[in-house]
């Protein structure tokens, strides 16, 4: 029984999914135009991608039990090596898709394999140096590769024309919907491994895993290259979803906003990282929007000034849930089931 | 020469500001074990705070920079004493959710600060004569950045007596060192949380004044781009170590200062970050034990 629910309401949700761009509902409120319009579409692409994204950031943050302030490094290296290759350098779409592979295996291993010799804090704030280190490259603009503040215009000659123009805004859909499926089930491939055991193991109590003869270093070190991969290949689908590399890709604060969508999913769960980055997105983008009502604006300053500014909305939410919702919006269906207790709590939950 | 000297006392300057997070961010990851992100929307709000007093106050540029200086501090350390109070200290035994909750308020705080204030930068009330120069061995240096240098020294001297010859400093010491210990002798330590906090708060404050008067504007940005610097500073000063941050927030300063200028703009940051990983890696706890002295 609950096996069939595992695999079934996946397959359900997906097909709903997939059948979006064909569906000319009506959601008021939540989105602008009918769900097959390009603008909703191109919404609900970027909420899909980035819960693909925040999943791989869960994989080293949640199953691993890696805080890494440098994630947004590597979508950001697939973001910005994609419309460099095709923009500056004008190559075909072959050679920049061997090439974007290859930075998408060899960055993170080599970040990885230097930031991993230290751990906690420590590694948290490697990683944030190597990311603002990125950034500030980004920023410097080497031989007008990157474009510093105004970023890059992709150069659409070599990308397959089912990519291209606002009436095909449904194919990206489709892509950024393979992308977060995709790392769904690689995600989940790698997690029930026997190094997917290891990771929580790491995560839980490394000298334990030491003493019993393994080396955490190494499965550090798998994990770290796994999660740096999927995010290269998130960043390539960032660049075909909005047509260009802008620098905010690469700062802190996107890093930070990962950590948001996880936690506030729930972190160390599939669907709860994933619907977080889902949500993220689309309040991130909607609560913009919104602000601008004449709902809001006519509120008196106490209450629109803050209104208005969704990071502000989203971090209030963000402290909120952390105190009240510990375990994310995951844990919420066993939490409301918990309103009916079977047993009487023991005297230190109670406590808690 | 000339070009050198300027450079050195630039570099003190910006080091002296670096010093200021550093040090209160050194001392609450020592005593708490908190990794502080909010302290960025610290410096944020105490320049804005300042800018704001002294806009209400009128008057001229050296009453306003004094006055609201002054109030834009209290207010930082009293921010920061509300923040341990109503959401650090509820979550004494989670360390990872207070790192988070200290995350979401940078995020809600910069956010707020931008929603009040607008996205622009304000010009900083800078009194005239800190903007003129004075000639040190060929170098026009202007007197602001021994403003800054000297409002730093005086704070490192402040800090350490506090640290080594008050009751305070001595539980502050010792819980760095020791945390259950400290509370074990029966020392109620919490009261030292909230007090490291708002010092936290008030230096972060402080910083944000300065850093008003020596880049002449206050935008939403600066909290952000000033910390990330102050965590270096205090990674390769060691946790809970004042004379540590003081040492790195210097070699960070000067290292900054000089490759932006004798190689190209930007490769200073570069170079700062590279530091940092060579440290880390040689040494994974910074330089100096950890040791609150």
């Keep these: 029984m609950r096996r069939a629910a595992s695999i079934g309401i996946p397959v359900v949700v997906l097909v709903v999914l997939a059948l979006v761009p064909k569906l000319s509902l009506d959601v008021p409120v939540v989105f602008n135009g009918p769900l097959s319009s390009p603008g909703t579409l191109q919404l609900l692409a970027l909420c899909l991608l980035f819960s693909g994204i925040a999943l791989t950031y869960d994989v080293l943050f949640g199953f691993t039990g890696l805080l890494s302030f440098g994630h947004a490094l590597f979508v950001a290296a697939g973001v910005y090596m994609t419309a460099i290759a095709l923009t500056r350098w004008e190559w075909g779409l072959w050679p920049t898709i061997g090439f974007v592979l290859a930075i998408a295996l060899c960055l993170p291993l080599v970040l990885g394999a230097v930031s991993l010799r230290v751990s906690g804090i420590a590694f948290a704030m490697v990683t944030l140096a190597f990311a603002q280190a990125g950034q500030v490259l980004v920023q410097k603009n080497p031989y007008g590769w990157t474009g ?143 602000s601008g009502s004449s709902e809001v604006q006519g509120l008196p300053d106490v209450l629109r000034v803050p209104l208005s500014e969704p990071l502000f909305i989203l971090g209030a939410l963000f402290i909120l849930l952390v105190f009240f919702v510990p375990g994310g919006l995951a844990s919420l269906p066993a939490r409301l089931r918990g309103l009916r207790p079977r047993r009487e709590p023991l005297p230190e939950e109670a406590a808690a | 020469m000339s070009t050198f000297v300027l450079l050195t006392i630039t570099g003190l300057g910006l080091g002296a500001m670096y010093f200021l997070v550093a040090s209160g961010l050194s001392l609450i990851y020592g005593l708490l074990g908190v990794l502080n992100f909010a302290h960025g929307a610290f410096i944020t709000v105490g320049a804005y705070l300042a800018w704001w007093f002294g806009e209400q106050l009128g008057g001229g540029p050296g ?99 506090f640290l080594r010859y008050t009751r305070f400093g001595l539980v502050i010491r010792a819980g760095v060192e020791n945390r259950g210990m400290v509370s074990a ?103 100096a034990p950890k040791v609150a002295h």
């Design chain 1, 148 to 290: 510093g503040e105004e970023g890059i215009g992709l150069n659409y000659d070599h990308v397959p024309d089912a990519f291209v123009g606002v009436l095909n805004t449904k194919n990206l859909y489709w892509l950024a919907l393979g992308y977060a499926v995709l790392v769904f089930v690689i995600v989940r491939l790698a997690v029930n491994s026997s190094a997917g055991h290891v990771w929580r193991a790491v995560r839980e109590n490394e000298p334990r895993v030491e003493v019993l003869g393994l080396h955490p270093y190494w499965f550090k070190l798998i994990s770290f290259v796994l999660a740096g991969f999927l995010a290269v290949l998130g960043g390539v689908v960032w660049l075909l979803l909005i047509g260009g590399a802008t620098p905010e890709v690469t700062t802190a604060n996107f890093t930070l906003a990962l950590l948001v969508m996880v936690v506030l999913g729930g972190a160390g769960t599939r669907f709860g990282a994933m619907l977080g980055g889902f949500l993220y997105t689309l309040l991130d983008q909607r609560l913009g929007s919104l």
């Design chain 2, 63 to 161: 009453t306003r920079l004094l006055v609201g200086g002054v109030l834009g501090i209290a207010a930082g350390a009293l921010v920061a004493a509300l923040v341990e109070l109503g959401l650090i200290r509820p979550l004494y035994r989670r360390p990872v959710e207070q790192v988070l909750v200290t995350v979401g308020l940078a995020l809600a705080l910069g956010a707020l600060v931008q929603g009040i204030w607008g996205a622009d930068a304000k010009p900083f009330p800078v009194p005239s004569w800190m903007i003129d120069t004075t000639t040190i061995l060929g170098a026009n240096v202007p007197n602001d950045r021994f403003v800054e240098i000297g409002v730093a020294v005086a704070v490192l001297l402040g800090l350490t007596a």
């Design chain 2, 185 to 287: 002798l029966g020392i109620d330590v919490r009261l030292a949380f909230t007090l490291v906090f708002a010092l936290g708060g008030a230096l972060a404050a402080l910083a944000g004044v300065l850093s008003g008067v020596y880049f002449g504007v206050v935008d939403p940005t600066r909290g952000t781009s000033l910390l990330i610097f102050a965590f270096i500073v205090v990674v390769i000063g060691g946790f809970g170590s004042i004379g540590g941050s003081a040492v790195a927030a210097v070699a960070v300063g000067l290292i900054q200062q000089y490759a932006n200028y004798y190689a190209s703009s930007g490769t200073g940051d570069l170079a700062v970050v590279l530091l940092l990983a060579l440290v880390l890696l040689v040494r994974p706890t910074g330089l």
